[in-house]
């Protein structure tokens, strides 16, 4: 799914599943600077093809289709959305890929009219599900991302064996620590259950139950996808032999029947 901004303000911001926090705070998934956009203006829970708004302050004016949202909505594919002035369309990735290009930006900004900011953050790391009903799905890691069953997790991990709130992943300057919540089944990484809390790295598995992730950075999601799409050398390997064995075939065959006339020929 994507946001698309209809002035054309803005490139379109591509949405994973899971929770995204929008408001003028710089610390927010989606950060809009705009008049009367709040710190923490609103919480936008993505599925894959929905999601879900909650608004906790009802002075953050926020509607879905020009109607005001003062709890939650349900948003689907199509839907418009308002926080405060800011307006933006909830699309599929599909239809903003063929819709109509949109006009060219303004000027740059000079910082006194208003202006708003858009800043989607690339995560420094990500999970990738490898099975299970994660499977193929990317789920970016934000500073603390918990793991569960339960719907108020950063990633809903269904499943009658996980617990309601599994593990969570804390983000570092350069470190990533697993932390098991209590589960009952345990958490693992690379086969062997965490304790408590163990650090944990880009190419590792992490499993909950038997759903399990690897750990990724976005360079090494691109190198898979190369490297998936590139022939392994071995593969030519065979076809490079076949004149080497066609002529040692022949070169026996030859033999075999030299040797077959010399007896038949009483010479052997």
């Known amino acids: 799914m994507k946001l698309v901004f209809p002035n054309g303000d803005h490139q379109a911001v591509i949405l994973s599943p899971g929770k995204l926090v929008v408001g003028s705070a710089a610390e927010c998934d989606l950060r809009l600077t705009a008049n009367g956009v709040g710190l923490k203006h609103a919480v936008?829970?993505?599925?894959?093809?929905?999601?879900?708004?909650?608004?906790?302050?009802?002075?953050?004016?926020?509607?879905?289709?020009?109607?005001?949202?003062?709890g939650t909505a349900q948003v689907k594919a199509g839907d418009l959305l308002s926080f405060s002035a800011v307006e933006c369309r909830f699309v599929s990735v599909e239809t903003a890929a063929t819709a109509a290009p949109s006009p060219a930006a303004p000027a740059p900004s000079t910082g006194d009219e208003g202006h708003t900011v858009v800043r989607q953050a690339i995560p420094k790391f990500m999970l990738r599900g490898v099975s299970g009903a994660t499977f193929g799905k990317i789920f970016p890691l934000k500073p603390k991302t918990t793991l569960g069953r339960h719907s108020d997790c950063d990633i809903h991990v269904p499943g009658n064996e996980v617990s309601r709130h599994h593990a969570s992943i804390v983000v570092g300057a350069n470190t990533l620590v697993v932390e098991d919540m209590g589960s009952a089944n345990g958490t693992y990484i690379n086969g062997k259950r965490v304790k408590q809390r163990q650090n944990i790295k880009p190419g590792d598995e992490l499993r909950i139950d038997q759903v399990r992730f690897m750990v990724l950075t976005p360079g090494m999601e691109a190198q898979a996808v190369k490297k998936a799409a590139t022939p392994?050398?071995?593969?030519?390997?065979?076809?490079?032999?076949?004149?080497?064995?066609?002529?040692?075939?022949?070169?026996?065959?030859?033999?075999?029947?030299?040797?077959?006339?010399?007896?038949?020929?009483?010479?052997i």
């Open 44 to 70: 936008l829970d993505v599925s894959d093809n929905t999601a879900v708004l909650s608004v906790a302050n009802p002075d953050n004016v926020t509607k879905v289709n020009h109607k005001v949202v003062t």
């Open 232 to 267: 392994a050398p071995e593969a030519a390997a065979p076809a490079g032999m076949a004149p080497a064995v066609k002529y040692a075939l022949i070169g026996t065959g030859v033999l075999v029947l030299v040797v077959v006339g010399l007896f038949m020929a009483g010479v």
